[in-house]
């Protein structure tokens, strides 16, 4: 064999081994997806058994469905975790040039990634999840034998009809905005010009989406994190409340245990549990709050805000950098390549540390985005719950979680968040060019988040000292405030004493009925 055929066979068996590992890595990292989602999804579907005979038949519907849901959420996850990785795989490769151990991680694995999670996108949005969902609610054509194949020819026929109404809805939306004769005249490009068009509204969907629910979700954050973090009062002593919500909680359960009404008042029991229940939740609270740690309470709350605080700040002042960048340079627009070269220059002024923060901001608006969506009035009713969530409701949480999700790279590029630019068929998004959508996009993104922020905080504090200090007005005592009445002072000790229906005593001449 000559040396040249010997060295190009050698070329090809390196393409052949890189890409054989290439597909090892891609098989290994979906398959760990997967079996996340897997138990994701068991942890929150609604048990249902399938005892009988007939039913065989819809257990193995729903399984096939719940596969087709967890494929999707998987696809989600993967979209989520695609910049992310790129950022690391690139800091890595600059750390760690020369490293034997580390050249699986290259630019073609990286772009093979996009491409995969770019076509299951497709892939599922467009044909998975309608097929689970009328698969589920199919029932085989009338006159037809009953089975599993009955169902399946079925959804075949609907999501048919469903693929033509939508592509020639495509059609004429294309027709229209581009007013090119080509477009009009035939089909024939259907996956190289239809399909991505499609997926270039739904992700102008997903981005909007975006733009709606993350700054609501960050609003919404810091009162999450009110409730499940134990937060300090001012001017609180909580050993002075609580002893007065037991005094009331006691008082009102000696109410209820007797039964009885005075002359004076006519008792609503349902009423009285009601408010046994809420002064008793109540007690809880304080008691959960009294039993935490000083530590726990004086810094953990602060500790916790402040970080949401400044990764909000960071997120408002790269938009706004951003947003001076794409008037003075071209460059700062998000666009697309095809070639990923990674491991030559950091893609963070920062170096290392300004791509473990742009990590860092990727994954908290991403959490953001995903609590604002479940916290709108809109989108409520589609949060699951644990072992109760039908599987309609399953199908749409993936349907919802993989639009956000496949819109994630864009609008972290859109906003500047990272220099990664967009890679496969993720930059071929028509809109991303138009420097009007996108300059808009930030100045929308800056003003609802910075007017979302300032009006939570804005509102929390002055709460805050309105409780602090309109508790405590009432009972100091100094030059020109005058002594309460005791009747009121123990009022003001324990506010919640007016709200208890006590029995009163009434002074009537003796024979006459009170």
Not at 237 to 261: H, M, P, W, Y
Not at 338 to 346: E, K, P
Not at 490 to 509: E, F, I, N, V
């Amino acid at each position: 064999m000559a040396p040249a055929e010997q060295d190009a066979l050698t070329v090809r068996e390196q393409l052949f081994h890189e890409r054989v590992r290439e597909c090892i890595i891609c098989t290994l990292l979906f398959a760990s997806l997967y079996i996340l989602c897997h138990f994701i999804i068991t942890h929150f579907k609604k048990h249902t058994d399938f005892t009988a005979v007939h039913d065989d038949e819809d257990a193995a519907v729903n399984r096939i469905a719940l596969g087709l849901c967890t494929f999707t959420l998987a696809v989600a996850l993967g979209a989520v975790l695609l910049l992310p990785f790129s950022i690391i795989s690139n800091e890595v490769l600059l750390s760690f040039p020369q490293n034997y151990y580390i050249q699986w991680l290259n630019g073609s694995l990286v772009h093979g990634l996009w491409n995969l999670v770019f076509l299951f996108s497709n892939l599922s949005l467009v044909f998975l999840m309608p097929f689970a969902y009328f698969f589920t609610e199919s029932e085989g054509f009338a006159g037809s034998k009953k089975g599993i194949m009955a169902r399946v020819y079925e959804t075949s026929v609907v999501l048919l009809l469903l693929t033509l109404l939508v592509l020639g809805m495509v059609w004429v939306a294309s027709a229209i905005i581009s007013n090119d004769a080509a477009s009009r005249q035939s089909l024939y490009d259907l996956w190289e010009y239809y399909l991505p068009y499609l997926y270039s509204c739904i992700s102008l969907f997903g981005v909007l989406l975006l733009l709606l629910c993350t700054p609501f979700g960050l609003s919404t954050m810091f009162t999450v994190t009110g409730k499940l973090l134990v937060k300090p009062r001012l001017l609180e002593d909580l050993d002075e409340q609580l002893s007065c919500t037991r005094f009331e909680e006691a008082a009102v359960s000696r109410r209820i245990s007797s039964g009885k009404a005075s002359c004076w008042l006519n008792l609503n029991m349902e009423l009285l549990r009601e408010q046994f229940f809420t002064i008793r939740s109540k007690r809880r609270k304080l008691e959960l709050r009294h039993q935490a740690s000083p530590w726990q309470r004086n810094l953990g709350y602060p500790l916790a805000m402040l970080g949401l605080l400044a990764l909000t700040g960071i997120s408002v002042l790269i938009v706004c950098f951003h947003v001076l960048e794409l008037l003075l340079d071209d460059a700062a627009m998000p666009r697309g390549i095809q070639d990923a070269s990674l491991g030559q220059v950091s893609f963070s002024i920062f170096g290392s540390f300004g791509a473990a923060l742009q990590v860092v901001l990727i994954f908290y608006l991403m959490v953001s985005s995903v609590v604002g969506f479940y916290s709108s009035p809109l989108f409520t009713r589609l949060l699951p719950e644990r072992q109760d969530t039908p599987l309609t409701k399953i199908i749409g949480n993936c349907v919802s979680l993989l639009v956000l999700s496949s819109a994630l790279p864009v609008f972290s590029r859109t906003l500047g968040i990272t220099r990664f630019d967009l890679l496969g068929d993720f930059g071929r998004f028509n809109w991303l060019g138009n420097f009007y959508i996108v300059f808009l996009y930030n100045m929308g993104f800056a003003g609802l988040t910075t007017l979302c922020l300032v009006k939570r905080v804005s509102w929390a504090v002055q709460a805050e000292l309105i409780r602090a200090f309109g508790e405590d007005g009432d009972v100091g005592m100094g030059a020109g405030v005058s002594i309460p009445h005791p009747a009121a002072l123990t009022l003001s000790l324990c506010p919640g004493l007016h709200k208890l229906p006590l029995p009163m005593t009434c002074s009537r001449p003796p024979g006459k009925p009170c």
